[in-house]
């Protein structure tokens, strides 16, 4: 078999791992004629031999034409071999060659006078040579030299000639032959007795016409040499496609059948990104403008998406217009993008201390799913003067400050009294790629706009017939700096409308141009740079009776200077006292006076003041706050230890249930009491009871619920101070000495602290326990209305500072 010959279709059909696609009959085959007698009109001039066998004739053919036949009519002598040989036909590169042999043949049995040896048969020889070497001898009239390609039987024979001499039956045979090497050949016709005519003779091969299928090109390729032969032809992608991957192999083939049809295609080619096929796959066309096509493939260009253009034929994609971006996480064929607009209707709630800020989502998410929200935050300095500033670390931001996903943060650890402006910038994924800055909402939020809390309670620290002096913390959270009070007041007893107003620029005001006897109704309300805070509760305090001695601290002020109680009591009480004086001189000297309610404000934080229980309307009330009610049957009185001004002082045992036995102090209210005696004996309780000090005598409780009323306190086994030196004369130490004092000077300092003025300090009203543990004591109000004269109070005191002394 020729080398040229190619596959076989059986070792096509054995190659499963290619991709393969079968054509049959892709494209009509060609035939080239390499001879043909149809249609000749002069001499053919083959050669015959012998030279009686084959005949060359003219004659007419059915629609009258001449042409040249061969005939041969020997059937009456047996034994012919006849031959008759073409001419030299060059192969011209044909690997297997047809001969179509159009012929009639005559029928023997209608020849009465033929013999047995009568054929209808005749025998196709070839010849391969090089060169046109025959000569009449040569190749020598036999099988041997010559090739059988087949012996021809007519299938139609006939048994007459019309009245012209013309056959009327003609058979048309194609036969093939090959695989052929040699230059060229001869063809053979061997007539063994048959009477017949060879009207034409067609040699002719097949070849596979160039063409362009699945976007590749293939050239003319001649059939193979056998029946069989698929011839493989490489293909070219056309311009603009490329092979496709999905083969598995390399190259594009088609295989070209021995009928010169196409077959079996192997791998295929497909139109490039940016080229979309037309023409039934024989052209890649470029994608017009405005129009891409992404990948390699079948697909058809498509228009571009949103916000892109393509400026270009054959564009893979579409750019992005100016202002429209993709993301790194878009795909090439997604719309473009814009950055979204700022965030809507920002607003702020204050929250305790901190910001709560919420949103609305963008008008405008610029064509975008994701959306993000970054919050900025600045300080400004109040009025506009100079750059607002980054905040710092210490502001949190709740779920966080950059990326968030909810249209909300919640802002804590913000400082009081400043300006903050926050901004909402919208974000997505392709803000990073816009120079332009995110568009952001904008909100100014003052951490000053509170104003102060309430005051929460006013006292009295003096009053006169005329005039009340009060004080008052400064309020829980004054929200800014406090620049005055603002007191309203009136008459308990008038309409409230004729109130007056009075402004104090510390936290003590003095009320003059009252009237004696009656009682106020007193509001009070701190006033920072936002405005004012909301007014106190009412509290009521009254001015003293015509007649009755002024309590004012100061005026008590030289008895307790020239008492000979030193040392730190005194130290502690002409501090208090001085400091009493100071703020009913109202602000005559501001610097001091500045100091003074800085050093009020800062104790006052946190720490319980003093109430004045006779500025409760209904004395109950304050002894039902400050006292608590003991069941009579948990007391045991024991024994009269001493007499008070109200009755007795017995010593005793409280036992409440479940709990351990106290030794008592009880002090009774003698019966057939007023009520103005019933009063003044509680209140002492109802002042004791706010105390809670090592150094300030201890209030178990009252019993107002049985009779006799009771004081009931802590037991001081060793009585007043005063008596209790006078017994131990001599008999203490320097230090136990100056321990009882530093245990005097605690208790007052601390009810100093508490807001509250003594103003009977003296070693009558300290008693002392059994560890020598000095507490200050009587907070009765009665004894003011008693003659201040010298009495044993201040003997003892001064025993006990000469005791030191010594
Ligand atoms: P008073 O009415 O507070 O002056 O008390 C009268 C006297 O009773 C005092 O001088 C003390 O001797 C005595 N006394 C008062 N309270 C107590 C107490 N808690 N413990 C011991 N003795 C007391």
Redesign the pocket.
């Known amino acids: 078999m020729d080398s040229n010959a190619g596959i076989s279709a059986r070792s096509v059909a054995g190659m499963g791992w290619l991709w393969m696609v079968c054509f049959f009959h892709l494209v009509t085959s060609l035939e080239e004629i390499l001879l043909d007698t149809t249609g000749e009109t002069s001499e053919i001039g083959w050669t015959t031999h012998p030279s009686n066998g084959w005949d060359e004739v003219s004659v007419l053919d059915d629609k009258k034409r001449l042409i040249r036949t061969f005939d041969v009519c020997n059937v009456a002598e047996p034994g012919q071999n006849n031959w008759l040989r073409t001419h030299f036909i060059e192969r011209r590169g044909a690997h297997r060659v047809h001969v179509r042999l159009r012929f009639s043949v005559r029928d023997c049995a209608s020849m009465h006078i033929v013999a047995s040896s009568c054929k209808e048969t005749f025998t196709l020889y070839y010849h391969q040579s090089e060169a046109d070497l025959a000569s009449q001898e040569l190749p020598e009239w036999r099988e041997g030299p010559w090739t059988k390609v087949d012996t021809i039987a007519a299938d139609e024979s006939f048994s007459q000639v019309d009245s012209t001499g013309k056959v009327v039956k003609m058979n048309v045979k194609v036969r093939s032959f090959g695989p052929l090497t040699k230059h060229g050949f001869y063809l053979a016709f061997q007539d063994s007795g048959a009477c017949m005519s060879l009207v034409a003779v067609q040699v002719f091969f097949y070849k596979c016409p160039a063409v362009v299928k699945g976007f590749a090109s293939f050239p003319e390729t001649f059939a193979g040499g056998e029946r069989t032969s698929l011839v493989e032809s490489p293909g070219i992608c056309v311009p603009n496609a490329e092979e496709t991957s999905t083969t598995g192999s390399s190259g594009i083939r088609l295989h070209c059948n021995g009928e010169g049809e196409w077959m079996v295609a192997i791998g295929r080619c497909v139109c490039k990104a940016g080229y979309q096929p037309i023409d039934d796959e024989r052209v890649c066309q470029a994608c017009p403008l405005g129009f891409f096509k992404v990948s390699v493939g079948h697909d058809p260009c498509l228009p571009c998406p949103a916000h892109s253009h393509a400026p270009l034929p054959g564009s893979r994609e579409c750019v992005c217009q100016n202002r429209y971006y993709r993301s790194p996480m878009d795909n090439s064929d997604a719309p473009c993008t814009g950055i979204p607009s700022a965030p809507r209707d920002l607003s702020y709630e204050i929250v305790g201390s901190n910001v709560l800020l919420t949103w609305r989502l963008p008008k405008d998410l610029g064509g975008r799913k994701d959306i993000f929200f970054n919050v900025i935050c600045k300080v400004c300095p109040a009025g506009s003067s100079g750059p607002c500033v980054r905040c710092g670390d210490r502001v949190q931001f709740e779920p966080r400050q950059v990326g968030l996903t909810e249209s909300r943060v919640q802002v804590s650890n913000l400082l009081a009294r400043v300006h903050y402006t926050f901004e909402i910038q919208a974000v997505n994924l392709v803000t990073e790629l816009s120079p332009e800055a995110p568009h952001y909402a904008t909100i100014n939020v003052s951490t000053s706009q509170t104003v102060p809390s309430a005051v929460p309670m006013m006292h009295q620290v003096s009053r006169t017939t005329s005039s009340i002096t009060l004080s008052w913390p400064q309020p829980d959270q004054p929200n800014g700096i406090i620049l005055d009070y603002q007191l309203r007041y009136f008459d308990k007893a008038e309409d409230e409308d004729n109130s007056f107003i009075l402004t104090s620029e510390t936290n003590m005001a003095t009320i003059s141009n009252l009237s004696p006897g009656k009682i106020y109704a007193f509001q009070v309300r701190a006033r920072t740079a936002v405005g004012y805070g909301a007014y106190s509760g009412k509290m009521y305090f009254q001015t003293l009776m015509g007649g009755e001695r002024s309590d004012m601290v100061q005026d008590r002020l030289p008895l307790i200077v020239g008492s000979a109680l030193g040392g730190l009591a005194f130290l502690v009480i002409a501090a208090i006292s001085t400091l009493a004086i100071i703020f009913k001189s109202k602000r005559q000297e501001t610097p001091y006076t500045d100091r003074l309610q800085q050093y009020i404000s800062a104790r006052g934080l946190g720490v319980k003041y003093y109430i004045d229980p006779s500025t409760y309307e209904d004395p109950n009330e304050a002894i039902r706050e400050f006292a608590k009610e003991i069941d009579v049957s948990f007391i045991k009185i024991e024994e009269v ?6 009755g007795q ?1 017995c ?1 005793g045992r409280l036992k409440h249930p479940g709990k351990r036995e106290y030794t ?2 009880i ?1 009774t209210l003698k019966s057939g009491y007023t009520d103005e005696q019933w009063r003044e004996f509680l209140s002492e309780a109802s002042i004791m009871g706010q105390f809670e000090h090592p150094n300030v ?1 201890h209030l178990e409780g009252v019993v107002t619920k049985n009779r006799p009323v009771m004081i009931v ?5 060793n ?2 101070l005063d ?1 209790f030196l006078r017994q131990k004369e001599g008999q203490f130490s320097v230090l136990q000495l100056v321990g009882m004092l530093r245990g005097i000077a605690a208790g007052m300092r601390y009810l100093s602290d508490m807001n509250y003025v003594h103003r009977d300090l003296a070693a ?2 300290i ?1 002392v326990n059994s560890n020598l543990v000095c507490k200050v ?2 907070f ?1 109000l009665s004894r003011f209305l008693e003659d201040d004269a010298s009495n044993p109070t201040y003997t003892g005191a001064l025993l006990l500072t000469e005791s030191i002394k010594d």
């Open positions: 230890i001493g007499s008070g001004e109200f002082v010593f008592v102090a002090k005598i306190t802590e037991f001081m086994e009585g007043s008596s009558r009203n008693l004591s009587d009765g």
